[in-house]
């Protein structure tokens, strides 16, 4: 699959098949994210591996609709709240890469902010400095939903003099 039909394609799984993701797809995958744009090579993402065990403290309403593979993704704090914004940008073009990577090869995703809820930071281990960006199930989809309809792109551009 090449990367325009990836990216028009791709979407937000929330039920998945029981099937398990080989480890050395999903390590491929986040090498392949680790290209992301990043000011200064900061390099500001960090990943927890979610286990069973918190996986269940997490509680989830629907368990992330039954993946086989959950994964939390954290940003670095910078020195300034520039740097912190910079950081966190990076982090979600991160994230992208790798739901496109995993898209192209019949993988999806589900990008949950579940990880916000302060309760939840401790759950995921997630330090002082660091700012969580989402937990990511990953899995074989078992539904693919329709894409939702978008504002034409036109609508959204301002051509400044």
Not at 41 to 62: D, F, V, Y
Not at 124 to 141: E, H, K, R
């Amino acid at each position: 699959m090449n990367v325009f039909d990836a990216i028009q394609t791709r979407r937000n799984i929330k039920k998945f098949k029981p099937d398990a993701v080989k480890e050395e797809l999903i390590f491929s995958w986040l090498q392949a994210a680790a290209m992301a744009p990043n000011h200064r090579m900061t390099e500001p993402w960090q990943i927890h591996i979610i286990g069973t065990e918190t996986r269940a403290q997490l509680n989830h309403k629907t368990d992330f609709g039954n993946a086989p593979f959950l994964m939390a993704v954290l940003s670095k704090q910078g020195a300034t709240k520039i740097e912190t914004d910079e950081n966190a940008m990076a982090t979600a073009c991160f994230v992208q890469n790798f739901n496109l990577a995993a898209w192209a090869e019949g993988v999806g995703t589900f990008w949950s902010s579940i990880g916000a809820k302060g309760k939840n930071r401790e759950k995921l281990a997630i330090p002082g400095n660091y700012d969580f960006i989402g937990v990511l199930a990953v899995g074989y989809p078992e539904e693919i939903p329709e894409p939702k309809p978008r504002t034409p792109i036109q609508n959204k551009i301002k051509i400044l003099p």
